[in-house]
């Protein structure tokens, strides 16, 4: 992460923790005390004496081979590089800000809760980032489906979003990958096909 990246998310955090701590509840699911009996990388039972803490969190895995991938894998996400869970939050919450007030989309919020679509947004885009949690909520097409937005609906979003990456002075490579992850599920949230170009 960027140093500047890192002193707003920091900034960021104590709204963060005062505004949004029902993503993190609701994305950890689980009570603290309690870890995982499935080891989420091999799927062979957990053993509780193998474990990694990220992010607050402990998870447990078969054997350390397990907990090395793990590792790893937290370590080379872009959900890591972008700066975890606080820098996202921070981020999505900036985000809505410039949704909100673009009056070439706002409409379509105008009767959602934002604090949940705020918590919904930062849990799907953590895992689709490579987070420690997996998304539960929708599948993208049947969330949107019956929006019936348009291609420049979609492009209006992606925008947004990249100006708050901007602002957050993020670095044009992670910028690319977070582009590539919202146009992997544009098909989805556009009702279109698979496939369509
Ligand atoms: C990269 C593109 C997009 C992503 C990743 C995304 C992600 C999401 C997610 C995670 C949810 C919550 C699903 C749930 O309830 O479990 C959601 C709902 C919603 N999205 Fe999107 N979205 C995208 C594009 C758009 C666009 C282009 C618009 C409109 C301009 C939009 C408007 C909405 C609205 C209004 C809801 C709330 C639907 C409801 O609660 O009934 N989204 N989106």
Known sequence: MTPTLLRLSTVC???????????????????????NTVCP????????????????????FADEASRTKFNE???????????????ISAVVDAFYVKVLA??????????????????????????AFGGPVAWTGKDMR?????????????NAVAENLVKTLQDFKVKQELIDQVVAIAMSVKN?????????K
């Open 73 to 87: 894998a937290r370590e080379n996400s872009l959900y890591h590089k972008l700066g975890g869970q606080a820098a």
């Open 102 to 127: 673009d009056v070439r989309i706002k409409h379509h919020f105008a009767d959602i809760n934002m604090a949940k679509q705020g918590n919904r947004q930062k849990a799907f885009l953590s895992a």
């Open 13 to 35: 955090l104590a709204i963060a923790l005062s505004g949004s701590i029902g993503w993190a509840e609701e994305a950890a699911k689980a009570p603290a005390a309690e870890i």
């Open 142 to 154: 049947k969330a949107h489906i019956d929006l019936k937005l348009t291609e420049a609906d979609f």
């Open 188 to 196: 989805d949230v556009l009702n279109k096909p698979k496939d369509a």
């Open 41 to 60: 990388i091999s799927g062979k039972p957990a053993d509780p004496k193998v474990t990694v803490v990220y992010e607050g969190k402990t998870y447990a």
